[in-house]
Structure formats: structure tokens, C-alpha cells
């Protein structure tokens, strides 16, 4: 049985992550500053703790899904964004170089500026235009440069469910509102490649399986605006989609620059036989699972 490390094990593709694992049958150390019963405490920031945890552990891989992900809270804080997302990330890697894991690091499509007309390939130069999107683009050059064995995967917009403490993915804003009767706004000129928390989960299993190493863009099949995304998701659920009416980006106020059209080219995963969901099976899928639990 591999022993995989995972860090921010109680975050929402990290919890994703731990699951689908250990149903494959890994054997899951899971981490995390606010460590529960099951898991490790652990603060990527810190560079002896990072260190001492993984030689302890001795996992074939360390997964590092902890980060500040809040891209207008990241713009206003500079420091700590870095500190987390840069430097702990750094940490982790070091300390695979030196116990030989595989370090797998979790980045996202906001490393690009969005104005290529063309799906985005994993060998497209990067353009970062908030500190979040700074901070993990630096985070990925720090993998490169300080690990030879490792799995950079470059995910979108990601949703699908684990429990009710998820926190808000854009489906779950649609739900949540139109259950109530309320009316959304949604950008109509923004899109993205909505990736389910399974699929990507599933995708870095077979990813290790195949032992394969890189750069990997993990994103859903289609480019949606938050418009049409959002109109998929009524549809999916049963919704009213006269609640959702189109706005702009521009009119949101948010503080940090987003990248206008993200469109990601899988083929690099197709061409492994890896597959990703097209939105509607996704929020299928979701559905279906929130009704179970």
C-alpha cells in the first residue's frame, strides 16, 4: 500500500482528495493547521516541522492542496499570501527532495492573463494578474527549481460537494439562492473550465499511477460564463433560470483583476486516457451525491 502526505487535508479538494485515495487504497496521512481527530497537525510555514513530519512519514508522494485561495483577500495582504502560498510551498518541496517524495503541487489557470484567443497549453508562457495568481505562479517555478520528481496540476473554478461545511463554489451560490427565490447576476463576460473535485481528485490518482511527472492542466471539458454556468446548474437541479440575469465583471467591484477568458487544453491529460466531466455531468454528480448525504 503507498502512503501518500496530504496537506490542507480539511480544505475542499483536499478532503476530495483524501476520500477518492483511500478508496483506491492509499494509505492517507492527512494534515492540517487546524488538525482533526484523523489527521497531523501541520503549518507549511514552518520549515523544521515540514521537514521532520515527512522524513517521519517517509510517503511515496505529498500532495499540497494547503493555500490561501481567496483571490480579493490575497490582493490586500501581500505578506501573508506569500508566506503561505510561496514559502510553505517551498518547505514541502525541499523536504521531498530530501526524504524523495513525489511533491504534487495543486496551481490553477489564473496563472494565465486570459486575452490568448486559443485554449491555454501547459508550455504557454504565464501572465499572473493578482498576488494570488503571483503567488502560485512563483510557487510552481520554486517546485521546478527545488524538486526533480514532481506533479504540478493546473486546475479551474472547482466544484462538487463533500459535506454541508463546504464552502461557497459558485454551483452552490446558484442553489442556494435560486431555492430561495432570489435573483443572481452572473458575468457574461468571464468564462472558465468548471473542473469537478472528483474528477481532478481522480485525475492525480491516475497521474501518480501512470508515474508520470510535469506539468498537467486538470480543468472540465467545456468554457462557460459564470452565465451559462449558472444556467447548467438551475437546469441540473431543477431551478428557476429566469432568476439569473446577466451582469459584467466590471459592474462586481471586486478588488483583485481575474483573467477574462481562461480556456484550458486538456489533450496533454486526454492523451494518458484521463477524462474530465463536461459540466452537466458534474452537477449530476453533485446532485447526487448532497442527496445522499
Known amino acids: 500500500m503507498k502512503k501518500i502526505l496530504v496537506t490542507g487535508a480539511n480544505g475542499f479538494l483536499g478532503k476530495k482528495i483524501c476520500k477518492i485515495f483511500a478508496q483506491k487504497g492509499f ?51 501581500r505578506g501573508k499570501t506569500f508566506e503561505v502560498n510561496v514559502v510553505g510551498t517551498e518547505n514541502v518541496s525541499i523536504a521531498c527532495r530530501e526524504t ?24 504557454d508562457k504565464p501572465n499572473p494578474l493578482s498576488i494570488y495568481a503571483e503567488s502560485k505562479l512563483e510557487a510552481e517555478k520554486i517546485v521546478e527549481k527545488e524538486t526533480d520528481d514532481f506533479l504540478i496540476l493546473r486546475t479551474s473554478s472547482i466544484y462538487g460537494f463533500n459535506d454541508k461545511s463546504d464552502k461557497q463554489t459558485f ?4 442553489i442556494e439562492n435560486l431555492s430561495k427565490g432570489k435573483e443572481i447576476t452572473c458575468f457574461t463576460d468571464q468564462s472558465s473550465n468548471p473542473a469537478l473535485t472528483d474528477d481532478v481528485a481522480l485525475a492525480l490518482a491516475a497521474l501518480l499511477e501512470k508515474k508520470q511527472k510535469g ?20 437546469k441540473a437541479f431543477g431551478l428557476d433560470q429566469s432568476l439569473i440575469k446577466p451582469g459584467t465583471w ?32 458534474g452537477l449530476l454528480k453533485m446532485k447526487a451525491q448532497m442527496q445522499v448525504n
Open 27 to 77: 494509505e492517507v496521512i492527512r494534515t492540517d493547521n487546524f488538525a482533526q481527530s484523523n489527521q497531523l497537525a501541520l503549518d507549511a510555514t514552518k520549515k523544521e516541522k515540514v521537514s521532520e513530519l515527512i522524513k517521519a512519514q517517509k510517503p511515496f508522494a505529498v500532495i499540497h492542496c494547503a493555500a490561501i485561495t481567496d483571490v480579493d483577500w490575497c490582493e490586500e495582504n
Open 100 to 123: 524523495g517524495a513525489k511533491m504534487v503541487f495543486i496551481s490553477t489557470d489564473y496563472v494565465f492573463d486570459g486575452k490568448k484567443s486559443s485554449k491555454y497549453k501547459e508550455t
Open 171 to 174: 454551483p452552490k451560490f446558484v
Open 215 to 234: 506539468i498537467f492542466h486538470a480543468t472540465g471539458l467545456e468554457n462557460l460564463t459564470r452565465l451559462e454556468f449558472a444556467k447548467k446548474t438551475a
Open 250 to 281: 466590471a459592474q462586481a467591484g471586486h478588488k483583485a483583476m481575474r483573467p477574462k477568458k481562461l480556456n484550458m487544453d486538456i489533450s496533454k491529460l486526454n492523451s494518458l486516457g484521463i477524462n474530465m466531466s463536461d459540466a452537466m455531468h
